[in-house]
């Protein structure tokens, strides 16, 4: 097990708590900084000044396999997780229906790195290989 994980900031109920992926996943981590220019008279460069920061991009590349029970488990998991905390809520008894989708935390790397980073899942894809059966 890697020590890669997203756990929800409140739980839904009866969905799971964390997910932690099997394999160490590829993370791509982007931060942009926007700059504005000024048009100044007689001078053929503009001068940049800093404008803001947008908010990170982490993206996340993880394999999952079902050769075994267990490895199933932990796929099915997987999928049943990132639909979950996806949606917004809902339900005739959900007394908290019509809620955005959760706040995640996001673990990756120890304190240095990623420790307890607020995240929402933006996107997911799932690729079926054609090579299944």
């Given at each position: 097990?890697?020590?890669?994980n997203?756990?929800?900031t409140?739980?839904?109920?009866?969905?799971?708590?964390?997910?932690?992926?099997?394999?160490?996943?590829?993370?791509?981590?982007?931060?942009?900084?926007k700059y504005?220019?000024y048009?100044?008279?007689?001078?053929?460069?503009?001068?940049?000044?800093?404008?803001?920061?947008?908010?990170?991009?982490?993206?996340?590349?993880?394999k999952?396999?079902?050769?075994?029970?267990?490895?199933?488990?932990?796929?099915?998991?997987?999928?049943r997780?990132?639909?979950?905390?996806?949606?917004?809520n809902?339900?005739r008894?959900?007394?908290?229906?019509?809620?955005?989708?959760?706040?995640?935390?996001f673990?990756?790397?120890?304190?240095?790195?990623?420790?307890n980073?607020?995240?929402?899942?933006?996107k997911?894809?799932?690729?079926?290989?054609?090579?299944?059966?």
């Amino acid at each position: 097990m890697s020590s890669v994980n997203l756990k929800p900031t409140s739980p839904l109920a009866g969905v799971q708590k964390e997910l932690t992926f099997p394999y160490t996943p590829q993370i791509e981590y982007g931060h942009d900084v926007k700059y504005d220019t000024y048009a100044i008279t007689h001078t053929n460069y503009q001068p940049y000044a800093f404008a803001r920061s947008e908010n990170p991009n982490i993206s996340i590349s993880a394999k999952f396999s079902a050769h075994t029970t267990e490895h199933f488990m932990q796929a099915e998991y997987a999928l049943r997780f990132l639909r979950s905390y996806t949606k917004m809520n809902y339900g005739r008894t959900d007394p908290q229906r019509g809620q955005p989708p959760r706040i995640l935390r996001f673990y990756a790397y120890g304190t240095q790195v990623f420790e307890n980073v607020p995240v929402l899942i933006s996107k997911f894809s799932l690729t079926f290989p054609d090579d299944l059966s």
